[in-house]
């Protein structure tokens, strides 16, 4: 294998963009763009040229990547695609690889091209609903994670994901059951035990919402998400003492007061909010400006 330690994840990044570029052919190619695509093809050749074939490289980059040598394993798939252009596992792999790599643009834009190819690919049909569920775009979120559902009904980051859009337009009922459908697939993960409390806690229904925001706990008794959550039942219910109790397991003193201090205020307990954002700045005088900046946000709020 003669692959430069210098030649980088980026470069090869820009091969791929050419080489899967030629894969539409409604795409119409400038002379520069065949130039481009011919010097990328040139370059596959030059870094390996004993490689002749499909099957070559692609057992090549499988090695690779058993290695943990993802960007050799990039090179082969990259190289793969030189061979066979519409290679669905090589395309998954260049994809994974890139949003291993906190990539998300180029993965999307390779998860893209493999349902132009494979409408049913359930790879990228996950993928393309968890990134546009995590920007916001819930619409076209729905559609692809409901297609990973048709495809695979046991995808529990799909049914996941699914839950999350269900809670966003108020439809609990739904969300619970696909949080619960998740759940039959990783019973213990906290993650998804949380957001099934958190289903509950919208519905109105705190006594369900904390088992299961103590039930991630019991999982991962440092998960951020049901500390907060169950911070927020406490201060709600008046039990402010116990709220500091569970931002202490993951944060300082001063913070959890500040964070006690500051939800009181959002809920209208001004009284609560003054005595603890100030507990915050004597705790932390001098590193701590956020309790100052929450206690004139909360003096604009409460009457002279």
């Known amino acids: 294998m003669i692959i430069s330690q210098k030649f980088s994840i980026l470069a090869i990044s820009c091969i791929t963009t050419f080489i899967i570029s030629a894969c539409n052919p409604n795409t119409f190619k400038s002379n520069q763009d065949e130039n481009s695509l011919n010097s ?11 490689v002749k074939t499909e099957e070559q490289a692609f057992a090549k980059a499988e090695a690779a990547l058993n290695e943990g040598k993802s960007e050799n394993a990039l090179f082969y798939f990259v190289k793969t695609l030189q061979f066979n252009k519409h290679n669905i596992k090589a395309l998954e792999n ?29 790879a990228a049909n996950e993928y393309l609903g968890l990134y546009f569920l995590e920007i916001g775009q819930t619409a076209k979120a729905k559609d692809y994670l409901t297609n990973a559902v048709r495809l695979n009904n046991n995808n529990w980051k799909a049914q996941n994901g699914l839950g999350v859009i269900a809670d966003l337009e108020s439809k609990s009922a739904e969300a619970i059951a696909h949080y619960q459908a998740a759940l039959a697939i990783q019973p213990t993960n906290p993650m998804v035990v949380n957001n099934l409390g958190y289903s ?27 500390i907060h959550n169950l911070a927020l039942i406490e201060i709600k219910n008046g039990n402010f003492s116990n709220a500091v109790a569970l931002f202490n397991r993951i944060m300082p003193v001063y913070d959890s007061y500040n964070n006690v201090g500051y939800i009181s205020m959002l809920i209208g307990r001004y ?6 954002l100030r507990r915050a700045i004597d705790e932390s005088p001098v590193y701590f400006p956020k309790a100052q900046e929450n206690l004139k946000t909360l003096s604009k709020l409460t009457p002279e």
């Open 40 to 50: 990328s093809e040139n370059i596959l050749n030059l870094l390996d040229p004993d």
């Open 94 to 122: 260049i994809a994974a690889i890139h949003s291993g790599n906190k990539h998300p643009e180029l993965a999307l834009k390779i998860y893209q091209e493999i349902l132009t190819i494979d409408s049913n690919n359930l």
């Open 200 to 226: 509950y806690y919208l519905s109105g229904d705190e006594i369900k919402a904390k088992y299961y925001f103590n039930q991630a706990l019991s999982y991962d008794n440092r998960y951020k998400r049901a």
């Open 271 to 276: 009284d609560v909010a003054d005595e603890y």
